[in-house]
């Protein structure tokens, strides 16, 4: 009789035990590279034929980028008159329309600029303050 109590307890004990599964987790990581660069009001170029503003970033991070990968882009502004050194505003995805100017970019292998013109009749306008751009390159799986 004390075999036949003992019984179910080694089955139970061996369903914990023989099993031994193990879960296994497949998971891609993608690196990104992430680029974090100032541009004080005095260091737009001005283009005077397009009326727009002008900065470019000498990016070699770009080289070897496909058109499959992405390049994303962001800019954000500092508060005005700031004696200390804050953190900026939050980060917008360009291309973006602010205050009457559209910020856009252009890039290719060796470098990222941002250009700055006026919308509906706006005159074109630099940042009247430093703004920091944020250049996040990351690369595509294909499937």
């Known amino acids: 009789m004390k075999r036949w109590i003992y019984l179910p307890l080694l089955f139970l004990v061996a369903g914990f035990i023989l099993p031994g599964c193990t879960k296994k987790y497949t998971e891609t990581v993608i690196p990104s590279t992430t680029i974090l660069y100032d541009i004080n009001p005095g260091d737009w170029g001005y283009d005077a034929t397009n009326d727009l503003y002008f900065y470019s970033i000498a990016t070699p991070e770009l080289k070897g980028i ?78």
């Open 66 to 143: 496909y058109q499959t990968d992405a390049v994303v882009v962001s800019i954000a502004r500092f508060p005005a008159n700031s004696t200390q050194e804050p953190n900026p505003f939050s980060f917008e995805l360009l291309p973006q329309v602010y205050g009457g100017q559209s910020y856009f970019i252009i890039h290719n292998d060796a470098a990222v600029e941002v250009d700055i013109k006026g919308v509906d009749g706006n005159r074109s306008a630099k940042p009247a303050t430093r703004v920091r751009v944020k250049i996040v390159i990351t690369p595509s799986v294909q499937r």
